[in-house]
């Protein structure tokens, strides 16, 4: 167990905390292997992946000065060598770039990210799978993964089009669940559907016309599930190579949000397969 030695900065140019300057901005640039983590829940679940040893590990923790005393106990959980600087809400605030009434944040590294492949080959014989295509919406990814994880999906799988979940918004979306699921962005669609035919998953890509209701998808062993970008959905190409389930909703509305749907249609495999 680590002692809590907070260091105070008094300066938001502070070099120490430069990893945290303008962390929107830095958003849209990317990190180069580097995340934020926001808030206690993911600060805790930050701390579980540091100890499981699965490539992900803290750098920082900056918090409210008013925050520590309430953390120590989850502060003492990471290594004695991550430093934790604390600083009062002004500072703070100049540090992120905006008002962080929040007041956790921690500079994380992943390392170990899988390879697709190796990934697939290493999941068990009864696997569910979350699959996404040109997935952009940091929201919607945190929330798939936030899905993911309540439905006992064992790996979450992207094309080299989806947006990179680990992103801020999209971690603090999915409530750290991002930095617990296996998961692995690389390759095309058409790549990826095969990899997983090939690893003998029955594909099914979500889908307003969708030949089967989701609560009729027979069980099986293996079960991936397709879901496509915002608003246009998988194209007819992916549609071709897999069969493809629907959600039965009124007349009136295309097409639920592509979270949501995602989310029905995990409960009714989860279910099916007896996960949950």
Known sequence: MAEVAPIRIEDPSDPRIAAFMSIKERDLTGRQ???IAEGTVVLRLLAAAHRAGRGITAEAILLLENRLAGLAELLAEFPADVPVFVADARVFDAIAGFNMHRGVLALGRSDAVPDRDALIAALPASSLVLAACGLSNHDNMGSLFRNA???GVDAVLMDAASC???YRKSIRVSVGSVLTLPFARQGTAAELIERLHAAGFAIWGLSP????????????????????????????????????????QRPG??????????????HEVARINGRI
């Not at 509305?253 to 995990?266: C, E, F, R, W, Y």
């Open 33 to 35: 292997g580097r995340f």
């Open 149 to 151: 994880a309540a439905f």
């Open 164 to 166: 990179d979940p680990m």
């Open 209 to 248: 016309r969708g030949e089967t209701e989701v609560t009729e998808i027979p069980p099986a062993q293996r079960v991936a599930l397709l879901v496509g970008t915002e608003g246009e959905g998988l194209p007819q190409a992916v549609l071709s190579a897999v069969r493809t389930a629907r959600i039965r």
């Open 253 to 266: 509305l295309d097409s639920l949000n592509v979270a949501m749907a995602a989310g029905i249609a995990l």
